[in-house]
């Protein structure tokens, strides 16, 4: 299974995810992480962990040789794809994600995405949003259940299953490890977010 994560606003959670995605994937086959981004995050994600990840990261350009020993790939795609690379990576991908928070700009870069998909032939079939650095609704408004609701609107499905706002996060960036490996009590259940995202992904 070829997964690929987008975003065009930085900061979403899109490295985080791949790195929990990948991990995911790796109970299921050989798995390998490409670090597309310019900013190598994942790669030294990896790095600082030593063997405390269940997958390993690769360049782009080791994709040739890789691709053949493993059975899932995970792709942290770098930031604002150009239309026609956008195109070929949801051809080329079994699931394209885009990991967002619930606000104004972010919809309106969805908005963007599908039209460009639509522009070109490409239903949204492939497309999921999952929100990400979500926090506890006050009571007075859900923002999360709102966004979800604009993305339906935009004809993309949204993941039911959001990941939960927590410090847990940079410690595991930190470590190198994954957010149910850190001190952090929250971690357990942050990851357990990503084990229901990941079933809904899947299913
Ligand atoms: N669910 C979360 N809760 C709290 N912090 C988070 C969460 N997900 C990610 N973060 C933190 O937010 C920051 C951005 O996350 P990440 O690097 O995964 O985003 P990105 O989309 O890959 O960013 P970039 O555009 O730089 O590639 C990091 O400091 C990360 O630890
Ligand atoms: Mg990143």
Not at 55 to 63: I, Q
Not at 145 to 151: F, T
Request: hydrophobic residues 40%; charged residues 30%.
């Amino acid at each position: 299974m070829i997964i690929s994560l987008i975003s065009w606003k930085g900061g979403c959670g899109k490295t985080t995810s791949s790195i929990h995605f990948a991990a995911l994937l790796a109970r299921r086959g050989q798995t390998m992480l490409v670090d597309e981004d310019r900013s190598r995050n994942a790669t030294n994600w990896t790095a600082r962990g030593g063997d405390a990840l269940p997958f390993k990261t690769f360049p782009p350009r080791a994709l040739g040789t890789e691709a053949r020993r493993h059975d899932h790939i995970v792709i942290d795609t770098r930031g604002g794809l150009e239309d026609q690379d956008l195109v070929d990576l949801y051809d080329n991908s079994d699931l394209v994600i885009v990991p967002a928070i619930a606000e104004s700009m972010t919809l309106e870069a969805l908005a963007g995405t599908a039209q460009t998909l639509r522009k070109h032939g490409r239903d949204l079939g492939k497309l999921r949003v999952l929100f990400t650095l979500a926090r506890k609704t006050n009571g007075k408004s859900d923002k999360v259940a709102e966004a979800k609701a604009a993305v339906a609107e935009l004809g993309i499905t949204p993941l039911t299953r959001t990941i939960r706002a927590t410090e847990a996060f940079r410690d595991a960036c930190d470590s190198g490890r994954l957010v149910r490996d850190v001190k952090n009590p929250n971690g357990k259940l942050a990851w357990m977010d990503y084990e229901r995202a990941f079933a809904e992904l899947t299913s």
